[in-house]
């Protein structure tokens, strides 16, 4: 129940739904008076910051920036290569594909093949109330892992997990039956402060090599550097801001539950 809650309720304060509700009490409400008005420009406003450029890379950068990759090949007996960045290799599919994450996993064999560490653990199961799948992130992440050049007997699965929490928990089980303390943990930037915690609090040493970054300094630069015509664009809210906003929303929700049921 905690981890269909854990799905559900976020999408209800997430920008979109936070508006939609808005606009759906006004309709309640009945004509349009000061209250009414009032909400729906809430709503609106939501939507308008939500949906900036500016706001959303500010925000991004936050949690992307707080660990960089190392610069150097770091070292350490397993990499942990968390899911999330996969599809399943459903029909038409001709075989698991890569989603907008999917940089962790190409992240992960790129370690490997530079002798960062001589196993991969591939950690992610599939959420309990969903049936869009056929296989486990796990799974598919091996997979592709494969199809990179990581020999088979290099690749240890996890398959259990159902969230970051059960990610870190049930790997530091695995890592511990191997008398493991010590990883390089792969995940998305933006997901790494929360990820990283996790795995501490298991008593795991991590070595964050984060992949799959929105807020480049080119970026950055080129987009509180703009010119008129950017600036003119960047004054119109878009779908790619909204969701990196609504992404950034996600994890502080994440860390600020994950922190007061003291898991981190």
Known sequence: MFVYLSKLLPLLIYPLGLASLIILLVLILGKPRHWPKGLLVVGLIILYLAGNRWVSYGLARTLEWRNLPPENTPSAEVIVL??????????????AEVNNAGDRVLYAAKLFREGAAPVILASGGNVEFTSDRNSTPAEEMTELLLLL??????????AESQNTHEDALYSAEMLAENEIDEVILVTSAMHMPRAKALFESQGITVIPAPADFTITEHNWQATFRPTIGEFVIHL??????????TNVIKEYIGLLIYGLRGWL
């Open 82 to 95: 968390l899911g999330g960045g996969t599809e399943p290799g459903d029909p038409p599919r001709p075989m």
């Open 149 to 158: 050049g990581v020999p088979a007997d290099a690749i240890w699965q996890q």
């Open 236 to 245: 119109l809210p878009n779908a790619s801001a909204l969701n990196l906003t």
